[in-house]
């Protein structure tokens, strides 16, 4: 069906910028909105932030907007982070879904998650 590829993920001192990507394949054309959710020990899953490929539109959860951003290329999206707080540790999982239901905490296809450590 999709497949999700995450990468970028790793350790970044408190205030610094990483970026995330996310590949994806097979098939591809079932996607019409990609983003990101992110789980951290302990706690639950939470939603990050969407892309809509039909106009561009974005949104983001309140913990992300103003610091992250997120974009999307052909079979690609995005996630630039900045000001990196350390309650921003947690894994990092792409999501595609044929809709766009990623902001309602459900998608179709997920990656396998890249770890993102913010400390000092």
């Known amino acids: 069906q999709v497949q999700l590829v995450e990468s970028g993920g790793g350790l970044v001192q408190p205030g610094g910028s990483l970026r995330l990507s996310c590949k994806a394949s097979g098939r591809t054309f079932e996607i019409h909105t990609m983003g990101w959710f992110r789980q951290a020990p302990g706690k639950e899953r939470e939603f990050v932030a969407a892309?809509?490929?039909?106009?561009?539109s974005t949104y983001y959860a309140d913990s992300a907007n103003g610091r992250f951003t997120i974009s999307g290329a052909k079979d690609m999206v995005y996630l630039q982070m900045n000001s990196l707080k350390p309650e921003d540790t947690a894994v990092y999982y792409c999501?595609?879904?044929?809709?766009?239901?990623?902001?309602?905490?459900?998608?179709?296809?997920w990656g396998q998650g890249t770890q993102v450590t913010v400390s000092s």
């Open positions: 892309f809509t490929s039909t106009d561009g």
């Open positions: 999501a595609a879904d044929p809709y766009s239901r990623l902001q309602r905490g459900y998608a179709r296809y």
